[in-house]
């Protein structure tokens, strides 16, 4: 089954912790993504990769880190989690290109719900 | 700032009605549009996309796209309870390419029995 997988479902940890968000797709795509949900405030995207060991900044990317060392992973890291870092992240992934249909949309994972306190 | 406004909502329709979406966008270049529902606590799922202007149906939805109005449109026909989500648009930046779509805060539909 084409999925992104995403783990941990759910994460409590304490301020300055280090943690990892895993992220795996298996649809050999190029392009992936990992977003923050937060209430009133929408989707935000935090870092993008259009492929491996290229990776860039998207529109909040302070307190994060990725990395891209393989076509199928994108790890999303907090070095040190602080608790305005509460929230619902989703990895996603897509075919990159300027080609048209549905599969040129983003796959999302299930999503990570984050706590930190 | 690339933006993409949507109504907040919440819209409520009978079921069996027709439920009518609204988003707009900023970057007049954008070419690829998507419409997105999440289900409460879940990730969000695609729906359809549309590139040109005019309507494409796929069962009960419909995706509209006017690009000289910078308007795009999600209409579902005979509204199912099921279909109670947050309907998401999200606009690709203009360019041509898939990829770094914005996002709308979302549109909350109910469908009421």
């Known amino acids: 089954e084409a999925q992104v997988t995403q783990n941990p479902r759910y994460l409590i940890t304490v301020t300055g912790k280090k943690l990892t968000v895993t992220c795996s797709q298996n649809?050999?795509?190029?392009?992936m993504s990992w977003y923050r949900q937060d209430p009133g405030l929408g989707l935000r995207q935090i870092y993008y990769s259009m492929n491996v060991e290229v990776t860039d900044k998207g529109d909040v990317p302070e307190g994060y880190k990725v990395s891209r060392k393989e076509k199928r992973n994108f790890p999303l890291i907090l070095e040190s989690p602080s608790p305005n870092q509460t929230s619902l992240y989703f990895c996603?992934?897509?075919?990159?290109?300027?080609?048209?249909?549905?599969?040129?949309?983003?796959?999302f994972g299930s999503g990570t719900r984050l706590t930190v306190v | 700032q690339k933006e993409v406004e949507q109504n907040s909502g919440p819209l409520s329709v009978p079921e069996g009605a027709i439920a009518s979406l609204n988003c707009t966008y900023s970057?007049?270049?954008?070419?690829?549009f998507f419409w997105y529902r999440q289900y409460s606590g879940k990730s969000p799922e695609l729906i359809m996309s549309?590139?040109?202007?005019g309507d494409k149906e796929d069962g009960r939805f419909t995706a509209q796209l006017n690009k000289a109005s910078q308007y795009v449109s999600l209409l579902i026909r005979d509204s199912q309870p099921s279909d109670s989500a947050t309907y998401l648009c999200?606009?690709?930046?203009?360019?041509?390419?898939?990829?770094?779509?914005?996002f709308g805060k979302g549109t909350l539909l109910t469908v009421n029995p």
């Open positions: 996603a992934s897509s075919l990159l290109g300027q080609g048209r249909g549905d599969n040129y949309g983003y796959t």
């Open positions: 970057d007049r270049g954008s070419q690829s």
């Open positions: 549309i590139y040109s202007n």
């Open positions: 999200a606009v690709n930046d203009g360019g041509g390419s898939n990829y770094k779509l914005t």
């Open positions: 649809m050999n795509h190029e392009y």
